[in-house]
């Protein structure tokens, strides 16, 4: 009886192992540098097809994680996609390959500047930041 219940419980892992396909993704994010990018950033993920978790997001290390189905999307799309609703500059490595996409700037946070998490030393970076180029 009890090789009988681990039987089924390997069996069960095997079948859904491959149903489960979530897949961490760590991106480097350049153009952030508030609070109110974070939001903007974690907000655009969310609403990605695919993208089931926003574990992190930050300005000051200009990095994000997230989790993602890689049996609905691809890292490529979902760098793509990032890039351009955000405008940011958005990069993942997949072991040698990187993915790189430049969205069109998408007017700083300027927008955002009533985000309570956009501070007033992030509203005077943003005010010198000109925001109609992408950052390199």
């Given amino acids: 009886m009890k090789s ?3 039987l089924f419980i390997v069996l069960s892992m095997l079948i859904a192992a491959p149903i489960i396909a979530n897949t961490t993704l760590n991106l480097t ?9 974070e939001t903007k950033f974690k907000t655009v993920a969310s609403g990605i097809d695919g993208i089931k978790e926003v574990t992190s997001v930050s300005a000051a290390n ?3 994680v997230i989790v993602y189905d890689e049996k ?3 890292s490529d ?3 793509k996609s990032l890039a351009e609703q955000t405008g ?3 990069s993942a490595s997949a072991g040698a390959a990187v993915t790189t996409a430049t969205g069109k700037p998408a007017g700083c946070c300027m927008a955002g500047q009533s985000n309570p998490s956009c501070k ?3 509203k005077a970076k943003c005010a010198k930041t000109k925001c ?3 950052e390199k």
């Fill in 4 to 6: 009988l219940k681990t």
């Fill in 29 to 37: 994010v350049k153009g952030m540098h508030c609070g109110g990018c």
């Fill in 62 to 64: 200009s990095n994000a």
């Fill in 72 to 74: 609905t999307t691809s």
């Fill in 77 to 79: 799309k979902i760098v």
């Fill in 88 to 90: 940011y500059t958005v």
């Fill in 120 to 122: 007033d030393k992030d």
């Fill in 132 to 134: 109609d180029k992408p």
